[in-house]
Every structure is written in structure tokens, then in C-alpha cells.
């Protein structure tokens, strides 16, 4: 089969189960926390959102699990993804989309400057690696990416928030004075700081190691020793020939991580308050608002799909081996 | 031969020491903490002394005791988890990648659709929807957003073992497929699948404190992650309590570095391509 049609197969497939799971998992937990938290609700909805949260979550309905799998499916494709319980009257729909850009800037640019900082920290440490700078680059990225990042934040925001008082110490910008311009973005950027260091500094070690091992085992191989006999520039044999080759698969876990920016810095958004997504789906679980709980959880993973996807498309044109295999 | 190279290799040592010294303190628990970890008889809130070396919870709990006691279920559900998957990633991969044909299009695309799911996201819904709360649950949710990437590693080890001669010879000399797979494939694999046996315990170690910390756990359990938990609901920071919140994830982020140092070294070990040369 050729590469491209696999890859779509593989998204439509990893779709179709991410929204049967989100179908089936409230389905299928004993005693329907649904009925619970329709029971809360009894009174404060309309009936008519009740009576579509029933079809929605499947509780006490007579419907078919076939007929409500189906009507799921519509309600999915149309994006209506009903009311949010906590937020009541706002839709799920506005919640996500408040929440997003907050996330994708914070998580995003830190990410980003995750992967650029650890890559190269893992290039340099493979081009001298059994140096001493290898030795101790490598304890100390294992260690950050050992470390659990919300105790990491707990413990920033204590000292740089409370202590020292330089950051905000929660929240996105500043709501008691609402500025606008350049003095508003520099309360956005002000709340952001903590978190995206959090970030930062504990993904960047994962990605010193990944790069760090892949290079070192690129630098063994033939043309890497004949570029060197040939006498060029160490500079132009590290960063051109072992560098070049050994991104690749670092660049296959940086699409994964920009898939999972949408929900992958959860703990850190909730530790500072952030008004992100991930700070959204925990109120979410904590209020057992399931529609919002799903919406999230769906966007999530559709996010990761994507850019998964997007991904696999880039690497056809990164590395022309995967563009050989394709052809017959 | 490759013990050797294990016993010599000095970030191997390392994580060792670590996990030696966290499962002493697991086994010993009972000796070595001062006090019952739930005992709630203490005065709340006090600062180290020699009575309470770390000082007491807000709760009026022994710190120190709930350290150590905290050992126990951090210890056993990463190494629990970790077996499990392990045990998954084995079936699920050296299986599909031996047997081949559809079972494995079928086995390669579970596995590229659990590995595409969001973890963690995925782990706090399915803690949130299951009303039992408790060590059960976490392991169950840990197992089901872990298990896929290592399956592909074996998976695509097991792709090449196949085509070698000594498999193919053992083919023709006609010993039973599973013969071939025990004997075979699985003892040319062992590096690997103790390298992801720690990775796998960092990963289950990582998510049941984040999951614990979020009070998706059972709270009235004592481990590393609820300690964090209570720590942060009871405020212990602004207390001035901040042993009780340090030291546990502290103690994470060490037994977190040990399985990462041994995934690390056996990788070392077993890859000539990472040696030094």
C-alpha cells in the first residue's frame, strides 16, 4: 500500500476510535456517573437540555445503543457538542474556543523552545560525548525529565510568586486592570512566564537524550568517518552530516509533541491557574460536566491526529528513503 | 558479557544504588518509620524536631512516617504497572511481528491508535468516569495509555530477528513456531525488554503522582503522590511546611532518575551504536 493512502487509513481509523472511545467510556463505567450528574441537575436545565443530555450519555433512554450511536455521530460531524454544565448557558463549543488560544500560545512557544534548546544541548553533548560535559548533561536531563513537572511548578511558583513576588502567581493576564496594547500583552506575558519555564525546562531534557543518543549513533557510521577523513570542518561534519541525519527522528517526536501541546501541559495550567484547556477539563472532571469532559477530550485527540498526520506528510519530503518505499 | 558491561557501567551503578535504597526503605518500613503514617494524633502543623524530625501535616501526621511508608505503593504500582505493560508490549508485539499476515495490520493499528491517544488527558477522564477510586483504577488507566510504544519497538525488533539466518536455520530444522519465539527471539531481545521494563516503571511513577496529585487516586492512601496532594491542599508551602511538600517529590523525581539511568544504561549496554568508540 502506498505510504500516503496508509497514513490517511491510519487517521480515519485513530479518528473513528478516538470518538467511539468518547461514545463508549461513559457507557461503560459501572452505575452511569451520567445519571448522577443529571440528577444534580434535575431543576437547573431546561428539559429540553436534559432530555438531549440523556440521548447524549445514554442514561435511562429507549432508544437502541445502535440508534444513539448514530444521532452521536450527527451531533459530532455538526461540531454541536451540547451545554456546558458548569458554565451553564455558555456551549461547550464557546468554552473550548475561549480556552484554546490561551493554551496553544502558552504551550505552544514553550514547546517550541523546548525542542530548539534541547536539541542543540544534545548535539553538542553527542559530538563530545564520554567528554565530561556529556557526563553531566546526562544525569541532569534525565533528572528534568524524571522530575514530576507540577511538583517543579508548585515549587517555582513558591519561590518566583509568593517569596520573591516577581510573577503573577496564577491566572492569564491581569482582569483588575484591564489594559489594552502593549501594557495588556505585558500582563500576558508577565502570567506566562512560570509556566512556560516549567515547561520548558522539563521537556527540554527529554529532547537533549533523544538527540543526544540518535547522534551518537549516527556518529559511528561510515560516511561520518569518511567526511572526517576527507579533513572537513568539524563544524561542517557535526551540524551538516551527523546532525542533519540524526534530526530525524527527534523531528517525528517534536509533530507528536506539537499534537500534544492541546493537552499535554494539563498539570502545569492547573497548578497556575492558566486558562487553558487543560485547566478547563480539570474544573470539568471536578464538576462532572461530562459534555464539556468530552468536547475536550475530543478536540485533544483530533489535535494530535492532525498533527500526527502532518507529520508523517512532512517526513515524506524530509527523508527520501520513506518516498523510495512507496513505489514499486 | 553483557553483565559485565552492565556492572561497569557507572550510570547503571547509579540507578541501582537508587532503587536498592527506595526498596529497603519499602521492605523496612516498619522499622525504620517513627511513627504510624496515620496516626492523626500529633499537633498539626509543627516544624522539624527531634520528636518529628520533618515535622508534622496539617493533619497532625509524622512527615518522616509517610515518607517512608509512601514508598510502599509508589514502589509497588510503578513496578506493578510496569510488569504489566511489559507483559502486553511482549504479547502484543513480538506476536504480531513473528506471526505476521493480518494479525498483524490488525495489532499495528491498535497499537498506532493507542499510541496516537492522549495520555494523560485520556487517563484523568477515564479516572473521572470510574467511581471506584484506589490503586486498581490508576494501574488500569496507566496500562492503557502506556503500553504502545514499546510494542512497536518489539515489534519492529522481532521484524528483523525474523529474517535472520539463525531463525530461518531453526525454521527449516522444523522447531515449532513457538519454540522458535522462546528460545529464538525472545533471549536476542532481553536488552531491550528491560530497557523498556524501567522506561515503562518511569512512565507508570511519573503519571500515578500526577494522577494521585490531582486526587484521582485514593486519598486516605499513603503514597508519594497524595502526599503531594494533601501538601497542596492543606497550603504547606504558604505554612511553611515545605518539607512535606518537597520531599515527596523529591523522592519521585529520584526513583523517576533510577529507572531512567537503568533504561538508560541497559539501552548503553545492549546498543553497540551508543558506545563509546
Known amino acids: 500500500m502506498p505510504y500516503l493512502m496508509r497514513r490517511v487509513l491510519v487517521l480515519l481509523l485513530t479518528g473513528w476510535a478516538a470518538l467511539t472511545i468518547n461514545f463508549v467510556l461513559p457507557r461503560l463505567m459501572p452505575g452511569n456517573p451520567a445519571e448522577v450528574m443529571l440528577a444534580r441537575f434535575q431543576g437547573r436545565l431546561s428539559p429540553r437540555a436534559l432530555a438531549a443530555l440523556t440521548v447524549e450519555f445514554g442514561v435511562h433512554t429507549h432508544q437502541s445503543l445502535l440508534t444513539q450511536y448514530v444521532v452521536y455521530w450527527g451531533h459530532m460531524l455538526t461540531g454541536n457538542f451540547g451545554l456546558s454544565l458548569t458554565y451553564y448557558p455558555a456551549s461547550v463549543g464557546q468554552m473550548v474556543a475561549q480556552a484554546f488560544p490561551w493554551t496553544l500560545g502558552l504551550v505552544g512557544i514553550s514547546t517550541l523552545i523546548a525542542f530548539v534548546l534541547g536539541t542543540g544541548i544534545g548535539i553538542a553533548a553527542a559530538w563530545r560525548h564520554g567528554s565530561r560535559l556529556d557526563g553531566v548533561l546526562l544525569p541532569v536531563s534525565l533528572l528534568l525529565s524524571a522530575m514530576p513537572y507540577f511538583w517543579f511548578a508548585l515549587l517555582i511558583l513558591y519561590v518566583f510568586g509568593f517569596v520573591l513576588g516577581w510573577f503573577p502567581v496564577g491566572g492569564g493576564l491581569n482582569l483588575a486592570h484591564r489594559v489594552g496594547g502593549f501594557a495588556g500583552l505585558g500582563t500576558v506575558v508577565d502570567h506566562a512566564i512560570l509556566p512556560a519555564a516549567t515547561i520548558t525546562i522539563t521537556a527540554a531534557g527529554g529532547w537533549v537524550l533523544t538527540m543526544r543518543n540518535n547522534m551518537v549513533a549516527i556518529l559511528g557510521a561510515d560516511f561520518v568517518k569518511f567526511a572526517r577523513a576527507k579533513g572537513l570542518a568539524d563544524r561542517t561534519v557535526e551540524i551538516r552530516y551527523a546532525a542533519r541525519n540524526a534530526i530525524l527522528p527527534s523531528f517525528t517526536g517534536f509533530a507528536m509533541a506539537i499534537g500534544f501541546v492541546v493537552g499535554g501541559a494539563l498539570l502545569t495550567e492547573i497548578v497556575f491557574s492558566y486558562p487553558g484547556l487543560g485547566y478547563l477539563l480539570y474544573e470539568a472532571v471536578l464538576n462532572l460536566d461530562y459534555p464539556l469532559m468530552q468536547a475536550i477530550f475530543l478536540f485533544i485527540s483530533l489535535a494530535v491526529l492532525v498533527a500526527n498526520f502532518l507529520a508523517d506528510l512532512a517526513y515524506i519530503l524530509l527523508d527520501p528513503r520513506v518516498r523510495a518505499v512507496g513505489r514499486p | ?277
Open chain 2, 1 to 277: 558479557m553483557t553483565l559485565r558491561a552492565f556492572l561497569a557501567n557507572r550510570r547503571a551503578m547509579a540507578g541501582a544504588a537508587i532503587l536498592v535504597v527506595f526498596a529497603l526503605l519499602a521492605t523496612l518500613a516498619p522499622f525504620l518509620a517513627p511513627y504510624s503514617p496515620t496516626n492523626i494524633n500529633f499537633p498539626p502543623m509543627l516544624g522539624p524536631s527531634s520528636a518529628h524530625l520533618l515535622g508534622t501535616t496539617a493533619n497532625g501526621q509524622d512527615v518522616l512516617s509517610q515518607l517512608i511508608w509512601g514508598s510502599r505503593d509508589t514502589l509497588l504500582v510503578g513496578l506493578l504497572t510496569a510488569t504489566i505493560i511489559s507483559g502486553i508490549q511482549l504479547a502484543v508485539g513480538i506476536f504480531g511481528g513473528y506471526v505476521g499476515g493480518w494479525v498483524d495490520e490488525v495489532l499495528s493499528m491498535l497499537t498506532n491508535i493507542f499510541l496516537v491517544m492522549p495520555g494523560l488527558p485520556l487517563m484523568i477522564i477515564v479516572a473521572a468516569y470510574v467511581t471506584v477510586k484506589g490503586t486498581v483504577p490508576i494501574i488500569f488507566v496507566i496500562t492503557i495509555t502506556g503500553w504502545a510504544w514499546g510494542a512497536r519497538v518489539l515489534r519492529s525488533q522481532t521484524l528483523t530477528l525474523r529474517s535472520q539466518a539463525f531463525v530461518e536455520a531453526a525454521q527449516l530444522s522444523g522447531e515449532s513456531r513457538w519454540r522458535i519465539v522462546l528460545t529464538h527471539i525472545v533471549p536476542n531481545m532481553a536488552g531491550i525488554l528491560v530497557a523498556n521494563f524501567f522506561g515503562a516503571a518511569l512512565y507508570a511513577v511519573l503519571s500515578e503522582a500526577g494522577l494521585e496529585f490531582l486526587g484521582l487516586g485514593n486519598v486516605n492512601t499513603v503514597t508519594w503522590g497524595t502526599m503531594l496532594y494533601w501538601a497542596e491542599n492543606d497550603e504547606a508551602l504558604l505554612m511553611g511546611l515545605w518539607q512535606w511538600m518537597v520531599l515527596p517529590g523529591l523522592c519521585i523525581a529520584l526513583l523517576g532518575t533510577a529507572f531512567g539511568l537503568l533504561n538508560f544504561a541497559v539501552d548503553e549496554v545492549v546498543n553497540p551504536r551508543l558506545r563509546r568508540t
